[in-house]
Nanobody, 118 residues
Framework: QVQLVESGGGLVQPGGSLSLSCAPS????????MGWYRQAPGKQRELVAS???????NYADSGKGRFTISRDNAKNTVHLQMNSLETEDTAVYYC????????????WGKGTQVTVSS
C-alpha cells in the first residue's frame, strides 16, 4: 500500500516562506493528480493547489501569487513553495495523489503542521 509522507512544515513569522514536500513510500505509475490540501482548526479541508496531467496547475484564490506547486516526475514528488505567509495560512497541510492502476487509486499523507505566528 502506497503511503505519502509530507515534510517541511514548521513555525514561521508572517511574511516568511516555507517549502513543503511530499514523497511516496512505494512506486506509483501514471499519477494524474497531485494536490496539496489544508485544514485549519474548526474548518473543512480545502484544496490549496494541484497539478493535473503533469502540467496543468490550479490554485485556490487564497494562495494565488504566493504559492507555487511543482512536481519532480523522476521521483514522483510534489512540492509547495509558500511565500508571504499570513496567519490565516496556519493549518495542517496534506498531500494527495490519484492514479490509475486497476481502477482509481487515492492516497493521502498524514499531514504536516504549518504555523504562521509572530
Amino acid at each position: 500500500q502506497v503511503q505519502l509522507v509530507e515534510s517541511g512544515g514548521g513555525l514561521v513569522q508572517p511574511g516568511g516562506s516555507l517549502s513543503l514536500s511530499c514523497a511516496p513510500s512505494g512506486s506509483i505509475f501514471t499519477i494524474y493528480f497531485m494536490g496539496w490540501y489544508r485544514q485549519a482548526p474548526g474548518k473543512q479541508r480545502e484544496l490549496v493547489a494541484s497539478i493535473t496531467g503533469g502540467i496543468s496547475t490550479n490554485y485556490a484564490d487564497s494562495g494565488k501569487g504566493r504559492f507555487t506547486i511543482s512536481r519532480d516526475n523522476a521521483k514522483n514528488t510534489v512540492h509547495l513553495q509558500m511565500n508571504s505567509l499570513e496567519t490565516e495560512d496556519t493549518a495542517v497541510y496534506y498531500c494527495s495523489y490519484r492514479w490509475q492502476l486497476g481502477g482509481l487509486n487515492t492516497a493521502w499523507g498524514k499531514g504536516t503542521q504549518v504555523t504562521v505566528s509572530s
